[in-house]
């Protein structure tokens, strides 16, 4: 696999086995299904205006007049705090009342968010608010009082094909890729570098964890792929394209980088995995709190569970190989890099895209800020809340930003087996 000590037979024999069914179970507790998200701050890198990026919806935007009042307004209040008033720019309904084609209505509803928050959810909230404000907090991600954050539910909305193409989606990935990277432009394709590049092996993990997220979004929309109903009577379905797979992939359709890029998503699942292993002592005496305490108690007993399995995998990544000698000074940058990554997702333009954008690279930068704190670096290193003379925290984004970050990898690493199936 490069840069580790494992083959791809055996991380797949060990996730698809031991890791997804129970991961997969663990992501539908309260504690990490609801995820607070502004998806309503502006790009800072270039001119934005929000809406859907999609040639065929954007061409002709309904008019405020079109829009009716209900749907333009908003939800009004939720946890306390107004919503931001805006046009409607996902709505279906609006489309249709304004007359825009029946194309288009399909095709924005892909990236639609689903809000659905019931009331005993958002109040639910408040007391995770106050549980979590008298904990110390590490670092400061999203203020969860701002009036353009809003929780959403992430079963309602899952990654998926949305659609979301086209110039603005290269700007994005380009961006990415070669405003971040170490003055490496020269590169014939960043998405995948090995040994034999020359680059040192820093600056290939961080090209080969940016390319694992890229290949992991792009097995997801080809794993589920939407298929519309072929008249009014028929469900809309979100299925497996083999075509779709085989052509980001295969090494005759990509220049023979399919292959690499795949190895790239392994890979950035071993930095994660690594990364939970790490962390498990800590994340252990966690309480992961939504004032049920039989669910809770649940909860905990399965990332116990979970935490246990992963320690035991024998071929763990090793980032004691990282930031040694004279690469040391790298490893700044490094962090910066990653954090200007984070807010490129706030350009993106389709609403589910930049959700599951925020959410995988800030499990993405929890893993990181993990592998590089504790009392040590290396396979036998772990991190406590009593960890280099300061208390360590994770606070709740953070925590279920990781988990479902690697939920993304793990169901990724399983559709791959299944489209071995497919595609010949």
């Given at each position: 696999m490069d840069d580790c000590s494992c083959t791809v037979e055996s991380v797949d024999s060990f996730n698809n086995q031991e890791i997804y069914p129970q991961l997969n179970s663990l992501l539908e507790k309260d504690y990490f299904k609801f995820y607070p998200v502004d998806l309503n701050a502006p790009c800072k890198f270039w001119s934005s205006?929000?809406?859907?990026?999609?040639?065929?919806?954007?061409?002709?935007?309904?008019?405020?007049?079109?829009?009716?009042?209900?749907?333009?307004?908003?939800?009004?209040?939720?946890?306390?705090?107004?919503?931001?008033?805006t046009e409607n720019k996902y709505s279906a309904a609006a489309q249709l009342k304004s007359g825009c084609s029946s194309k288009d209505v399909t095709e924005v509803k892909l990236s639609e968010i689903d809000k659905t928050i019931s009331e005993a959810s958002n109040e639910a909230f408040k007391s995770w608010s106050e549980h979590d404000d008298a904990q110390n907090k590490f670092c400061e991600l999203d203020d969860e009082t701002s009036p353009t954050l809003e929780y959403v539910n992430l079963l309602l909305n899952p990654e998926r094909y949305t659609g979301y193409a086209g110039d603005d989606a290269h700007k994005i990935w380009n961006s990415i890729y070669n405003e971040n990277c170490f003055n490496e432009k020269h590169q014939d394709d960043l998405t995948y570098v090995m040994p034999s590049s020359g680059l040192c092996l820093e600056k290939r993990a961080f090209y080969r964890m940016v390319s694992g997220l890229h290949t992991s979004i792009n097995t997801h929309l080809s794993a589920r792929y939407f298929y519309p109903g072929r008249t009014a009577f028929d469900k809309d379905i979100w299925d497996m394209n083999a075509a779709e797979f085989h052509s980001r992939f295969n090494p005759q359709k990509t220049n023979g980088h399919g292959p690499h890029r795949l190895r790239n998503l392994y890979f950035t699942y071993l930095v994660e995995l690594r990364a939970l292993a790490k962390v498990a002592p800590y994340l252990k005496q966690q309480l992961f709190y939504t004032g049920s305490n039989d669910i809770d108690r649940q909860t905990h007993i399965q990332i116990t569970e979970l935490l246990d399995k992963i320690i035991l995998f024998p071929h763990h990544f090793d980032e004691t190989k990282l930031f040694q000698g004279e690469f040391i000074q790298l490893k700044e940058d490094f962090r910066l890099k990653f954090l200007n990554i984070s807010?490129?997702?706030?350009?993106?333009?389709?609403d589910k895209c930049r959700l599951w954008g925020k959410v995988q690279v800030r499990g993405m930068g929890t893993a990181l800020k993990i592998l590089f704190s504790g009392d040590d670096i290396g396979p036998q290193s772990i991190v406590t809340e009593n960890t280099d003379h300061n208390q360590f925290k994770l606070n709740r984004v953070e925590i279920v930003s990781l988990f479902n970050a690697f939920g993304r990898l793990s169901s990724s690493i399983k559709y791959i087996e299944d489209f071995r199936r497919l595609v010949p």
């Open positions: 205006s929000g809406r859907c990026a999609l040639k065929s919806c954007g061409v002709l935007p309904c008019k405020s007049d079109e829009v009716p009042e209900g749907l333009k307004n908003g939800s009004g209040e939720q946890n306390g705090n107004p919503q931001t008033k807010r490129i997702m706030d350009c993106v333009g389709c």
